[in-house]
């Protein structure tokens, strides 16, 4: 029988990384024993929180993870690793899904044979696609690039280890989320890191098309908590839930808050439009209704909380993406 001081085991997998160190910290603060896997592609060591027990490695070394659950016994995953970069993930199919699917459904099979008592997986918002607005959880998906096709294709394989298995799990569809700890090196993916990356190198804001496409953006506290959160909640279990803010704004706005975060007026060169979803905003009525959400955080707020961060920690260079594994159609800008 399990004795009762003794502390939920907790694996996050992605906890060096953005949303997965904000979600290891509040499980350690509910007293989960808490051990972290990443394979520091996209996080850092130093954003690993106290307490935690670091592990390096890859979701995808399917003896790494058969050897945590044995030796750790979980009681709850909550899987945020991922190589999170729509755009890109058009160029890199096999690498995409390798990383986000292959590595999730290692750690599903794990998670069936050693009886998880809840496995809580971030999806995104790329798996709707061009849908209807806002987009709510009852929609058909009709994901256009690989990114969000691998993380439907986990959405869909969690329904099926509960219907055979009794996987008890929870997804959350989360939209472009920022704050501490992003890594704004990243020059594929989150617009505000770019931003800042760049008006931190001297360098001009770069918009693609005409910066009249529409964004809901999150700050991090207003998902992280929940994330964390939600297997105390029988009534999250088995549910996919949008999470994040509700009001949508121009990416040309957030240039403009985002330089005055720095104390500067904007500079912007536009580049040609990309391939992506001009308007993206969620439906947020079954968060609301499931977890006891505090008062969100106007942008301009959270803006000048991450700039805060991002100047103390400096400008960092931006990562380049090595293996590009179809070249046809890659934006010049993405070319080395």
């Not at 910290?25 to 996209?42: A, I, N, P, T, W």
């Not at 999730?104 to 069936?112: K, M, T």
Request: aromatic share 10%.
């Amino acid at each position: 029988m399990q004795h009762s001081t003794q502390k939920t085991r907790s694996l996050v997998t992605g906890g060096a990384g953005f949303i997965g160190s904000h979600v290891a910290r509040h499980c350690l603060e509910m007293g989960h024993d808490v051990v972290v896997l990443d394979d520091l592609s996209g996080g850092f060591l130093d954003q690993i929180p106290a307490g935690a027990t670091f592990v390096q490695g890859s979701i995808t070394d399917h003896e790494l993870v058969q050897r945590l659950f044995a030796a750790h016994g979980f009681e709850y995953v909550y899987h945020l690793a991922a190589y999170a970069a729509e755009g890109l993930s058009h160029f890199i199919r096999r690498f995409n899904y390798t990383n986000n699917l292959i590595g999730s459904a290692n750690l599903v099979n794990e998670a069936v044979k050693h009886q998880v008592r809840c496995f809580v997986f971030t999806s995104s918002i790329a798996v709707y696609g061009t849908n209807q607005l806002p987009m709510h959880e009852d929609l058909t998906p009709q994901p256009e690039d690989p990114y969000g096709i691998a993380k439907y294709a986990v959405e869909l394989d969690l329904r099926a280890a509960h219907e055979l298995f009794g996987l008890n799990y929870v997804i959350f569809r989360p939209h472009n989320v920022y704050g501490e700890n992003q890594n704004i090196g990243d020059r594929y993916r989150n617009v505000i890191g770019i931003f800042m990356n760049q008006i931190m190198q001297g360098e001009p804001m770069t918009i693609f098309g005409d910066g009249l496409q529409t964004r809901a953006f999150s700050y991090i506290d207003e998902v992280a908590p929940h994330i964390a959160n939600c297997p105390n909640i029988p009534e999250a279990y088995g549910k996919v839930i949008n999470i994040g803010a509700d009001k949508p704004y121009t990416i040309q706005y957030l240039a403009e808050v985002v330089a005055q975060a720095f104390g500067q007026e904007p500079r912007i060169r536009y580049l040609p439009a990309r391939n992506e979803v001009v308007h993206a905003y969620s439906d947020h009525s079954r968060a609301k209704q499931l977890f006891d959400q505090a008062a969100t955080v106007p942008l301009e707020e959270g803006i000048r909380r991450m700039a805060a961060w991002a100047m103390r920690i400096g400008a960092r260079q931006s990562q380049t993406f090595d293996n590009i594994e179809v070249r046809q159609n890659l934006p010049p800008s993405w070319q080395r």
